[in-house]
């Protein structure tokens, strides 16, 4: 690190990748206003792909160029940037802080080899970007650590670095170390000492920002004081990681370890995920060609960060689920490449941005498509044959047209109208699926209806696009509710789900309250007689039939019993009794909700020879089950969820509390890993509708939930009241 030979490659011309081992694939992770997409515009400046405005030729930005993004003034999607630095394609991936959009996150760490984090040094390090580190130390991707906003009034690196050591580091203190210094300048208008440079701490080496260019020189005297002690704990950080054995003992002694051997070392460390360097970024000044920073970060990408060829094997089976080989990062071996996010243009179609992992992916070729695995999101399992259009490399609104995309690279494939989000391509003659990665699951439920006619005879259109964009929605055609139910993971991938439907499919909706699905069921038992008698001079009706109804343990459905004596009501009408009476049922007898558990028992009754019908006596016993209602208390019955709330121990006591608050039993807890907590408890549906907002702010955006349908039990008086009040005013 320190090394002074770069090149940047030319801006206006796609970065291209003949081989696996010029290719990094690094991904952006921090929380909503970390810097990230700032940082990816200082580094494509650096790299020579964008002007100095930030823009490409177009005029546009290169990262939240989507005009929902300017709306919202906040990245919601995934943003692929690939820039060329000293012979080396990266693609940088611009994933969103904020939570709602963890499912861009997901896809992005699945097309990455590393993860850069990204941390404001004024805001610190929130829990949920402590449980993205965590993950990735879970499966040993290897990480780096950026700070940003060092401009900032707030802004303390020295104190950063520690809060990293401590949070990241938490397992190994010496694995997360700084690799420059800052070099400060004078003090400005404000007060403020700006960061003006870097000292680097291997190379003993400054890197003097002050002039607006990155000029290197020898340091002064007091800036070697303040290099020593640093420099001394990176070299003994590194030399712990390092495979050379007597390294350490040779450094012990006063050897000098030479500056090649500590910085292959580090590199090694870096690429096998068992150490975290730290470094800072600032975007350009005015004028200037780099930002602070940034040569190095990109020196320590392209020399540290693994190739795809260091990526572990892939796991492939055959569409039916036949065990396959593994397959390697090989652009000889056979295809295996994934969709990682799904994306329309009004003027292209569907757009796929594709990870190959095996082989090479040519133009105008046919390929398998495999979906499986997310059936429950509405995404049904596939298995087609398709033609793929036109590669690209994408660069803001830009698709830079490309001849082929090898293994380990990421490239736009246009025209495939059946590949969704985590499908698989494969050789047509050797079809191959990869397990799609674990997707978060959509619980804040979004029940909408067409604005108009012309909007409803588009609304199932637009919804199947928008789903196959994007598998951390789900659809749901509700059966119970008649509600047309979008699950999302919060208020803003709401907002921009419908966003998106207005503005990309023309379709407007208008958001309905949601509803969960209640039951009724009796109270007790009771008796009922429906009396259907109608002449109106021709061809008369007539049906009488006597019922009794009584409540049965839940779970029970609906009973039908015929104890009809000596012929009241003739055998050919009483499936017709028992038909009117299940369709009442399923109306409702007292709020409009299904009737349940209940016993159902056709005692007597009386026929006419000539006007009873089937219709007639399906009417009589609807209306027997209408009066036996109208003289039993009838119960609502409201289903019960099985909550699995994930917490760190810390929060423990505000979620069970909120839970209390919301009619929640608390069933058990137990320990989930080190410093987190599960609780279990069984709550009423309907005051867990906002439940995925409302646990972000109980526990400052570190909790996670599961859901899962346990029954359905009685509601209590008061709030059923309150139903039946509201049912009766049509609200």
């Known amino acids: 690190m320190g090394a002074t030979s770069h090149q940047a490659g030319a801006a206006g011309r796609a970065p291209a990748a003949d081989r696996p081992s010029s290719l990094r694939n690094v991904v952006l992770v921090g929380h909503s206003g970390a810097g990230k997409t700032t940082l990816v515009e200082a580094l494509a400046l650096t790299a020579g792909a964008v002007n100095r405005a930030g823009r490409v030729e177009d005029g546009t930005a290169v990262s939240d160029y989507d005009e929902i993004e300017h709306r919202q003034q906040r990245s919601v999607q995934l943003s692929l940037v690939p820039v060329e630095w000293a012979g080396i394609k990266i693609n940088i991936l611009d994933t969103p802080g904020y939570a709602d959009f963890v499912g861009e996150l997901r896809a992005g760490l699945r097309a990455a080899d590393a993860a850069l984090f990204v941390v404001s040094s004024s805001d610190g390090i929130d829990g949920a970007t402590r449980m993205v580190w965590d993950e990735c130390a879970a499966v040993g991707m290897p990480r780096a650590i950026v700070v940003t906003h060092l401009e900032a009034a707030r802004a303390d690196y020295a104190q950063m670095t520690t809060v990293c050591g401590e949070i990241f580091g938490a397992d190994d203190p010496d694995a997360v170390i700084p690799l420059y210094l800052p070099l400060y300048g004078p003090p400005g208008p404000d007060g403020h000492t700006p960061v003006a440079g870097l000292l680097g701490l291997l190379s003993r080496r400054v890197y003097d920002y002050t002039s607006g260019e990155r000029v290197e020189r020898d340091p002064e005297p007091a800036e070697l004081d303040l290099i020593s002690d640093a420099r001394s704990r990176l070299i003994e950080g590194i030399i712990a990681e390092s495979e050379d054995e007597s390294l350490m003992d040779r450094y012990l002694g006063g050897e000098d370890i030479d500056f090649k051997t500590l910085v292959d070392d580090l590199e090694r460390a870096v690429a096998r995920g068992t150490f975290h360097p730290v470094l800072m970024a600032a975007p350009a000044a005015d004028g200037a060609r780099q930002g602070l920073g940034t040569v190095e970060l990109l020196e320590l990408i392209t020399g540290a960060f693994p190739t795809p060829l260091e990526r572990a094997a892939v796991s492939v089976t055959a569409p039916d689920g036949a065990e396959r080989p593994e397959v390697t990062c090989d652009p000889d071996g056979p295809l295996v490449a994934e969709v990682v996010k799904t994306s329309s ?44 259009g036109t590669l690209a490399s994408p660069f803001g609104k830009q698709q830079r047209t490309l001849t082929q995309v090898i293994a380990g690279d990421l490239a736009c494939v246009a025209k495939l109208t059946r590949a969704e989000t985590g499908d698989t391509l494969s050789a047509k003659d ?87 699905s ?10 009922g007689r429906g009396r259907h008698v109608k002449q109106s001079g021709g061809h008369g009706q007539f049906a009488i039939c006597e019922i009794e109804v009584e409540p049965l343990p839940p779970g029970s459905g609906i009973e039908f019993v015929d104890k009809v004596v000596g012929g009241a009501v003739p055998r050919q009408f009483i499936p017709s009794v028992e038909k009117g009476v299940r369709t009442q049922a399923a109306r409702g007898v007292a709020a409009g909700h299904p009737l349940v558990d209940v016993r159902i028992t056709l005692l007597d009754g009386k026929a006419h020879s000539v006007d009873s019908s089937d219709a007639a006596f399906q009417t009589a016993g609807a209306l027997a089950l209408r009066e036996a209602a109208a003289e039993a208390r009838i119960h ?32 058990g807890t ?56 509201q049912a009766e005013k049509g609200i």
């Open 345 to 388: 243009d009004p003027y292209v179609g569907r757009v796929s941005l594709v990870r190959v992992f095996s082989g090479t992916l040519r133009p105008e070729e046919t390929v398998h498509v495999s979906g499986h695995g997310l059936a429950d999101r509405g995404h049904e399992d596939h298995d087609v044959d398709e033609r793929i």
């Open 670 to 725: 137990e320990q989930a890993g080190a410093g987190r907590t599960e609780v279990r408890a069984e709550i009423p549906e309907i005051e867990i509708g906002r439940y995925a907002v409302e646990l972000r702010s109980v526990s400052h955006g570190t909790g996670r939930f599961t859901r899962a349908y346990a029954r359905h039990e009685p509601m209590p008086p008061q709030i059923a009241d309150k139903v039946r009040e």
């Open 518 to 527: 209640l039951r009724e069921t009796f109270g007790a038992k009771a008796s």
């Open 636 to 667: 609502l019955l409201e289903p019960v969820a099985e909550l699995s709330v994930l917490v760190p121990d810390e929060y423990v006591g505000p979620v069970m509390s909120d839970l209390a608050g919301r009619r929640g039993r608390v069933v």
């Open 430 to 516: 050797r079809p191959l699926l990869m397990e799609p990665w674990p997707m978060p699951d959509p619980l804040l439920p979004l029940a909408i209806a067409a604005h108009s006619k012309a909007d409803e005879d588009k609304l199932s259109q637009g919804l199947a696009r928008l789903v196959a964009e994007d598998p951390t929605m789900r659809l749901e055609q509700n059966p119970d509710t008649h509600q047309v139910v979008l699950w999302c993971l919060g208020e803003a991938h709401q907002d921009v789900a419908l966003e998106r439907l207005r503005s990309r499919y023309g379709v407007q909706v208008d958001p309905v309250p949601h509803k969960v």
